[in-house]
């Protein structure tokens, strides 16, 4: 979703975001970079007020599931949290001005808040796990799903918790999350995301919807 169709989102909308390294190269070479990132990420919620419900920080890439006060506000904290980590970055490794240390803008994408927004949430903590990096989410120090001390705060999740669950399979949803990542399309019932597109006058992907 590229920056001007994200300004205009209702307020409270919830985004998935995604980055990755450059050529898929690692930005995380050791704890202490887990670290900072991390301290960045807070920061950078803080004081734009983002209300962050989990997150993922992986060797080459991380996610967010954040609420989006406005969309404009959302921006000016992703913008300012990957500029403040891209600098660290380059500080350590003595490199200012090589290159680029994201291969791009993030990638984003709407989460109704139903179901989908609890099964983003499970994938973005189990991404490690599926990656081979420890046998459980709970497992990953970086994640919102750890239970080490000092780690983010986490925004309370209001009551819009589902009645009931689909049947759809974990192996389906993670397919329909990563195709929404890829498209940045939303994610949510046909009616939700009919509603969205008409609130951000983006076109929609009819076929995906209707899948």
Not at 18 to 44: A, M, Q, T, W
Not at 139 to 158: E, H, N, Y
Not at 173 to 182: C, D, G, P, V, Y
């Amino acid at each position: 979703m590229n920056c001007r169709r994200l300004k205009t989102a209702r307020d409270g909308t919830i985004f998935h975001v995604c980055n990755r390294g450059v050529l898929k190269k690692p930005i995380f070479l050791d704890d202490f970079d887990y670290h900072i990132c991390e301290r960045i990420l807070g920061e950078s919620a803080d004081k734009y007020k983002v209300p962050l419900f989990a997150y993922c920080l992986m060797p080459n890439h991380w996610h967010l599931l954040v609420e989006a006060p406005t969309g404009e506000i959302l921006i000016k904290m992703l913008q300012r949290f990957s500029s403040v980590h891209a600098r660290a970055i380059r500080r350590k490794l003595n490199n200012q001005g090589t290159g680029a240390v994201y291969q791009s803008r993030f990638r984003a994408h709407a989460v109704q808040k139903n179901e989908a927004f609890f099964r983003v949430r499970n994938y973005i903590e189990k991404n490690p796990v599926k990656a081979g990096l420890c046998p459980n989410p709970e497992g990953w120090a970086w994640s919102s799903a750890s239970p080490k001390t000092g780690k983010l705060p986490l925004a309370s999740i209001k009551l819009w918790i589902p009645g009931a669950y689909t049947s759809k399979t974990e192996e389906s949803w993670r397919n329909q999350i990563e195709a929404s990542l890829f498209t940045q399309q939303p994610l949510g019932d046909f009616e939700w995301c009919k509603t969205f597109f008409s609130s951000t006058c983006a076109e929609p992907d009819l076929q995906r919807m209707a899948a």
